[in-house]
T-cell receptor
Framework: DAKTTQPTSMDCAEGRAANLPCNHS???????VYWYRQIHSQGPQYIIHGLKNNETNEMASLIITEDRKSSTLILPHATLRDTAVYYCIVRYPGAGSYQLTFGKGTKLSVIP | DSGVTQTPKHLITATGQRVTLRCSPR?????VYWYQQSLDQGLQFLIQYYNGEERAKGNILERFSAQQFPDLHSELNLSSLELGDSALYFCASSAGQGARGEQFFGPGTRLTVL
C-alpha cells in the first residue's frame, strides 16, 4: 500500500469547514483513498473513500487531485464532536490486502 | 454505535497471565479483524478471520492467538503477558472479505498488565 503523509495537527473554528490534506504521491492506479477517524480512544470510524472522482456523503467530502497524488477531506461545518485523529489510508482492495494500515494521522482540534 | 461489541471493556492482570478478549461482529458480517493500539506503536493490524478461517496475519506475536467460531464471534487469546502488551485491543468487522475497506470497529478492550 502507498505511503501517506499528513500534518500532525490542525485547528479549526467551530462552524467553519475543516480541510484535512493528505499526500500520497506514490499511489498506484488501482489504489483507493480511505479516511477514518478516531475520537479519543474510541474505535476508529469509517468516513469516506474514493478512487479518482470526488465523493460526498453525509459526513464529509473527499477531493482527490487529478494526478491522484494528494487528497483533501472536507468537514463542511466542523463541530466540537469532530475533534479527533483523522487517518488517511491508501490501499488496494484486493486479495491479501484487506487489513487497514494506519499511520499517525492528523489530530484535528475544533475550537469553540 | 457500530454494532460490533467487545468484552470486557477493561482488563487488569499481571505479567505471565493469560487473558481472552471477545468480539461479536455486526449481524451478517463474516470478517473479523483484530487490531492493537499502544502509545508507541499506534494502531496495528494483528489478524483477520473470514467465516471461521484465518485470512491474513499482521504483526501478531506467537504468544497471541485468535479464532472465529461458527456463530462468527471471535476470541483473541493473549498468553505469557508482558508489560508491553498493555494496550487497547480493537475488533472490527466487515460484510465480505474486506475488499471495500469499510470496517466497523468495536469500542475496544483496554488491557493493563501490571
Amino acid at each position: 500500500d502507498a505511503k501517506t503523509t499528513q500534518p500532525t495537527s490542525m485547528d479549526c473554528a467551530e462552524g467553519r469547514a475543516a480541510n484535512l490534506p493528505c499526500n500520497h504521491s506514490t499511489i498506484s492506479g488501482n489504489e483507493y483513498v480511505y479516511w477514518y477517524r478516531q475520537i479519543h480512544s474510541q474505535g476508529p470510524q469509517y468516513i469516506i473513500h474514493g478512487l479518482k472522482n470526488n465523493e460526498t456523503n453525509e459526513m464529509a467530502s473527499l477531493i482527490i487531485t487529478e494526478d491522484r497524488k494528494s487528497s483533501t477531506l472536507i468537514l463542511p461545518h466542523a463541530t466540537l464532536r469532530d475533534t479527533a485523529v483523522y487517518y488517511c489510508i491508501v490501499r488496494y482492495p484486493g486479495a491479501g490486502s484487506y487489513q487497514l494500515t494506519f499511520g499517525k494521522g492528523t489530530k484535528l482540534s475544533v475550537i469553540p | 454505535d457500530s454494532g460490533v461489541t467487545q468484552t470486557p471493556k477493561h482488563l487488569i492482570t499481571a505479567t505471565g497471565q493469560r487473558v481472552t478478549l471477545r468480539c461479536s461482529p455486526r449481524s451478517g458480517d463474516l470478517s473479523v479483524y483484530w487490531y492493537q493500539q499502544s502509545l508507541d506503536q499506534g494502531l496495528q493490524f494483528l489478524i483477520q478471520y473470514y467465516n471461521g478461517e484465518e485470512r491474513a496475519k499482521g504483526n501478531i506475536l506467537e504468544r497471541f492467538s485468535a479464532q472465529q467460531f461458527p456463530d462468527l464471534h471471535s476470541e483473541l487469546n493473549l498468553s505469557s503477558l508482558e508489560l508491553g502488551d498493555s494496550a487497547l485491543y480493537f475488533c472490527a468487522s466487515s460484510a465480505g472479505q474486506g475488499a471495500r475497506g469499510e470496517q466497523f470497529f468495536g469500542p475496544g478492550t483496554r488491557l493493563t498488565v501490571l
